[in-house]
């Protein structure tokens, strides 16, 4: 069984920056898929960013390129989503997500989930 906790969220302006993490605990990463996803009041939960244990390779939604940077640190089993240039559309609740296929986990398919976190940007 996998955990994921998520934190970092909060209310920011628009422009601003905010980092997430998500601290996961209970197998070994070497071969996980991790993500973040986000959904909005009234929304469908959308991916943002997905990146492999293995290599670090990332894949971004296009609303975020550019502005999104996913990054992990292996040694203390954390993802980490630096969000800069945050705009009101960026408000949401963002998910953690971890998946052993890169390829289902970027689908939504996510084999476990942390709890979310608030983001909410003010404009």
């Known amino acids: 069984q996998v955990q994921l906790v998520e934190s970092g969220g909060g209310l920011v302006q628009a422009g601003g920056s905010l980092r997430l993490s998500c601290a996961a605990s209970?197998?070994?990463?070497?071969?996980?898929?991790m993500g973040w996803f986000r959904q909005a009041p009234g929304k469908e939960r959308d991916l943002v960013a997905t990146i492999n244990w293995i290599g670090g390779s990332t894949y971004y939604a296009d609303s975020v390129k550019g502005r999104f940077t996913i990054s992990r640190d292996n040694a203390k089993n954390t993802v980490y989503l630096q969000m800069n240039s945050l705009k009101p559309e960026d408000t949401a609740v963002y998910y953690c997500?971890?998946?052993?296929?890169?390829?289902?986990?970027?689908?939504?398919?996510?084999?476990?989930w942390g709890q979310g976190t608030q983001v909410t940007v003010s404009s």
């Open positions: 209970g197998r070994t990463f070497g071969t996980l898929a």
């Open positions: 997500a971890a998946n052993s296929s890169p390829v289902r986990l970027r689908l939504g398919v996510g084999d476990y």
